[in-house]
């Protein structure tokens, strides 16, 4: 199952500009989390943002959370050719098993042109 | 850091075998273990959540029968696809957390081919 949408579905932009990637999530949630993969690899984590915050920074990273409306942006400025990947949001929540459980938007695929 | 180990990377198998995929908590244990399946271009599909010492809770579509999961220790959870059929072939990852709240962290996924 997936929380949620992301979008936009596939970003295109040159190196130096900044990247707005959206989510946007169904249920309560406990945190919403934004990880980066390369094709074919394992996940990276990059941030994590409690439901209680609005805003979080790390780096050229700012994420936003506004649980009023259910949704969530990953801001990367300054990009990078290397910031070129697939970013997913993911919602930390408890499940109808009751075990929390991370559910993942359908992900953003960042294009970044030297 | 916490690192997940995922054995094999990659694996090729005939149509109608079982393939075992492992996954491990290398320097702490895991409460709880997740699987997810996902097909090129796509997101990450939750097929089940493992908890040390009991049956894994499957998410609704996923059969199963046919991906049996085993927690049988803190560090160790393991994915065993049976009887494969090609349209199995996809990118599998585990992820682990200490307790509930806690960061996740992935594995590299183990790619599976069914020929």
């Known amino acids: 199952s997936q929380q949620g949408e992301e979008d936009p579905q596939a970003l295109s932009i040159q190196e130096g500009e900044n990247a707005t990637m959206n989510c946007s999530y169904k249920t309560s949630i406990n945190n919403l989390q934004w990880y980066r993969q390369n094709s074919g690899r394992g996940l990276v984590h990059l941030i994590l943002i409690r439901s209680n915050e609005r805003e979080k920074h790390s780096g050229r990273l700012r994420v936003t959370l506004d649980t009023s409306k259910k949704s969530s942006s990953l801001l990367i400025t300054a990009s990078r050719a290397a910031d070129t990947a697939s970013y997913f949001c993911?919602?930390?929540?408890?499940?109808?098993?009751?075990?929390?459980?991370?559910?993942f938007g359908a992900g953003t695929r960042l294009a970044v042109h030297p | 850091g916490a690192v997940v180990s995922q054995h094999p990377s990659w694996v090729i198998c005939k149509s109608g075998t079982s393939v075992k995929i492992e996954c491990r908590s290398l320097?702490?244990?895991?409460?709880?273990m997740f699987w997810y399946r996902q097909f090129p271009k796509q997101s990450l599909m939750l097929m089940a959540t493992s908890n040390e010492g009991s049956k894994a809770t499957y998410e609704q579509g996923v059969e199963k029968d046919k991906f049996l999961i085993n927690h049988a220790s803190l560090t160790l959870s393991t994915l065993t696809v049976t009887s494969a059929h090609p349209e199995d072939s996809s990118f599998y990852i585990c992820?682990?957390?200490?307790?509930?709240?806690?960061?996740?962290?992935f594995g590299e996924g183990s790619w599976l081919t069914v020929v």
């Open positions: 993911a919602t930390d929540a408890r499940g109808s098993g009751g075990y929390n459980k991370l559910i």
């Open positions: 320097d702490f244990q895991a409460t709880t």
């Open positions: 992820s682990a957390r200490l307790a509930a709240g806690n960061t996740i962290y």
